[in-house]
């Protein structure tokens, strides 16, 4: 297990790992989870997506999905690290339950709530750490609003893009200073950031699809998995090198597929592409934990 955290902690710091403050992770940082903290990674079902045309949607050419109408999910997460709690991503607004959001290219609902589903887990939205936000799109932040006592870990110019729009919940961490040591609730992140400080969480800074749009690297003892956030949405955009027309850079999405592609390779991660609903089944089914 040492000689696979330090190649981590290497391929990391050879792509420049930093916090906001800027400052590298340290070479002994592995060791601290080596001693005792435990470490797990639950799904939690934030929603579902029926799209008319997927092609038109989830490509910038044509002919890369089949024609006509196709699914996604909606996937967030809850890592535990010892005793700290984090959620990655937010899903649907908890609202479209009861009220499917019908827009022209799609129809978007959840079945449970964040909140539902966290309590049979024991843990309060008021309880969770942590708050990571793959990017700034309405469909990870939908529930983010609720989560008032946690951490903040966004990209600083998704942050920064999202203030005044319709899908921006994110008003609790916008009072006061944005990323200075007087606002500790607020990571603002240009670049690779290590969650816990020890190697194990690490949120990858991959632009493209938005200006810093980050993905999750969890190392489990069972393995580590990559969550993509939504540098990929489908296994076939993966397969195909296939993106969104609305992604903010075409060439910054290729270059972060390069590097999300090697260091998956190099990890041998298991990749779980978080809006593909065959991925589902890469991870226990709720409410077990991978560990």
Not at 91 to 105: C, L, S, W, Y
Not at 150 to 173: C, Q
Not at 202 to 214: I, Q, R
Not at 229 to 241: A, P, Q
Request: a negative charge.
């Amino acid at each position: 297990m040492k000689s696979s955290f330090a190649l981590t902690l290497a391929l990391l710091l050879a792509a420049g790992c930093r916090g906001t403050d800027g400052d590298a992770a340290t070479e002994n940082e592995p060791e601290q989870l080596a001693s005792g903290a435990n470490l797990s990674l639950t799904r939690l079902d934030c929603g579902r997506a029926d799209f008319k045309d997927m092609n038109a949607f989830f490509s910038d050419r044509p002919g890369v999905y089949p024609p006509g109408p196709g699914k996604a999910v909606d996937s967030c997460y809850l890592i535990r690290h010892g005793d700290q709690q984090m959620v990655w991503d937010t899903g649907f607004p908890a609202e479209t339950r009861d009220k499917p959001m019908v827009q022209e290219e799609a129809t978007f609902r959840i079945d449970r709530t964040l909140a539902e589903q966290l309590q049979e887990l024991g843990v309060k939205p008021e309880d969770v750490d942590i708050l990571g936000i793959s990017h700034m799109h309405g469909d990870h932040l939908g529930q983010a609003a609720q989560f008032t006592n946690a951490r903040l870990v966004i990209g600083k110019r998704d942050f920064e893009m999202l203030a005044g729009k319709p899908e921006d919940t994110l008003g609790h961490w916008r009072a006061g200073s944005t990323g200075s040591p007087a606002q500790p609730n607020l990571s603002l992140v240009s670049g690779d950031f290590d969650i816990f400080g020890d190697g194990t969480v690490v949120a990858l800074h991959l632009p493209g699809h938005t200006p810093d749009h980050l993905a999750l690297l969890v190392r489990l003892n069972s393995g580590p998995v990559l969550l993509t956030g939504d540098l990929y949405h489908t296994t076939i955009s993966r397969e195909k090198r296939s993106m969104p027309g609305f992604n903010t850079s075409r060439e910054q999405t290729l270059q972060s597929m390069d590097r999300f592609e090697k260091l998956a390779s190099e990890l041998k991660a298991k990749v779980v592409i978080q809006h593909e609903p065959q991925d589902i089944a890469k991870l226990p089914a709720f409410s077990k934990a991978a560990e």
